[in-house]
């Protein structure tokens, strides 16, 4: 899943990489065109996370990731065939669609797999490992671009090879993929029982229950998941912005040229693995989150004053590796905040639906937000990624003075409403 979900992200971010390649030239980028560009991948990536959701509990795991995964890697690779702005476009929408299958499948397989406080490290570390993954993609921009034909610059080997690479993976990841533990190909029935049993102590876990209709608008007036994500929406501007924009900062800002600029993206990324194998696995033991992700929230917000108004290139690059790591880290470690908050299969398939689809309009504001007319500076996508990770900080103290208020009901009544008694994880 770590290896699936890293092509996702090297798919939908390669725009960078390529701009500075010389697609931009090449496509007469002008104005808005390229946020634009950026901007179409997350309509339909918004509109399909639920119903994936909806579709994957009523089909087979390792059938359902590996058709999308194949989809987006079509998508991908027709990205370096077209001829114009319009051929770019379609691809863009395309990949959004089919990559809203991606992540939201990661997260409902992982999350019924372990208990609450099990998930945590798991997560993080799979979205942080394949944040890594991606990352390398750099180097392979790199080395694709020295590809050059008479009919194919080398921008556009950056899309064939990388989607090609990414089908070739999702084929044999359906021979290796597995389902739900209850329906496990690789698991004894003493194993898969001791799995259901655990799952079934931690929360209202009943494996039989099916997502319907009237589940999800039950679990939509919650106004705990809503909560949950807005505060994914404003982290994965910061996520998706240093996704698209970093080859763009690095070269334009801090001078680098277009090759340099893309190998410098990859080091940010080993700070973020660092956080989540440390931190991620300290919160799952300490079986908290808010801290933690107010903390990932001040690394963005210090991060980003740092890159804008660092003395020195140095100090400047130094801000992009706290930026960018507290952004990564931060963005499974909500996405675990919700899933530990969520009782049942069904609450949890919703809260990481509703996550995803807001985290699609944080990816359209992440894609804005540094605009090419504010270069070099990028004055203004600065001060709005820092006010994203403040409002952040503040949205998890209020959660978490909430949540702590209905554990102490609960503990005092000996109920939480619920049939058996469930403390929410703060």
């Avoid at 691809?91 to 999350?111: D, K, N, P, W, Y």
């Avoid at 798991?122 to 008479?150: D, E, H, K, V, W």
């Avoid at 259901?196 to 039989?208: F, N, P």
Wanted: aromatic share 14%; with cysteine.
């Amino acid at each position: 899943m770590m290896v699936l979900l890293a092509f996702s992200y090297i798919d939908r971010s390669n725009m960078g990489l390529a701009s500075v390649a010389g697609m931009s030239t090449e496509l007469d980028f002008k104005g808005y065109d390229y946020s634009v560009m950026l901007l179409v991948f997350f309509p339909g990536y918004a509109l399909c996370v639920l119903p994936s959701n909806y579709i994957l509990h009523r089909t087979s795991v390792r059938y359902w990731l590996t058709f999308v995964c194949i989809g987006f890697g079509l998508f991908t690779l027709g990205s370096g065939l077209i001829r114009n702005q319009n051929g770019l476009l379609a691809m863009r929408v395309l990949l959004g669609i089919f990559e809203a299958g991606s992540f939201t499948t990661v997260i409902s397989v992982v999350s019924t797999w372990y208990p609450r406080y099990f998930v945590g490290r798991r997560l993080t570390l799979i979205n942080t490992g394949a944040s890594l993954i991606a990352s390398l993609s750099g180097i392979l921009a790199y080395a694709f671009t020295r590809i050059s034909t008479p009919n194919y610059a080398g921008w556009r080997w950056i899309f064939i090879l990388e989607g090609a690479i990414t089908i070739l993976v999702a084929i044999a990841a359906f021979f290796v993929l597995d389902e739900y533990p209850e329906t496990s190909r690789f698991l004894s029935d003493d194993y898969r029982d001791i799995i259901v049993g655990l799952i079934a102590q931690d929360r209202e876990e009943r494996h039989e229950e099916k997502i319907t209709v009237r589940r999800i608008v039950q679990s939509l007036g919650d106004w705990k998941l809503w909560v949950f994500a807005i505060m994914y929406m404003l982290c994965v501007v910061t996520s998706y912005g240093m996704a698209y924009f970093m080859p763009l900062i690095l070269n334009e800002k801090m001078g680098y040229s277009g090759a340099l600029s893309q190998l410098l993206t990859t080091p940010p990324y080993f700070y973020a693995v660092l956080l989540a194998v440390g931190l991620a696995w300290l919160s799952d033991r300490q079986r908290i989150r808010s801290p933690f992700i107010a903390f990932f929230a001040l690394n963005v917000i210090v991060g980003m004053a740092v890159t804008r108004w660092g003395p020195n290139t140095g100090s400047q690059y130094f801000g992009l590796f706290l930026t960018l790591g507290g952004s990564l880290v931060n963005g499974p470690m909500i996405i675990v905040f919700g899933q530990n908050n969520a009782q049942t299969r069904s609450a949890r398939s919703v809260s990481s639906g509703l996550q995803l689809s807001f985290g699609a309009v944080g990816g359209i504001i992440g894609s804005t937000v540094f605009r090419s007319q504010d270069a070099p500076t990028y004055t203004p996508g600065s001060i709005v990624v820092m006010c994203c990770a403040f409002t952040i900080i503040c949205l998890s103290g209020l959660l978490a003075w909430s949540l702590h208020r209905e554990n102490r009901l609960a503990k005092d009544t000996g109920s939480d409403d619920g049939e058996r008694r469930f403390l929410y994880t703060l």
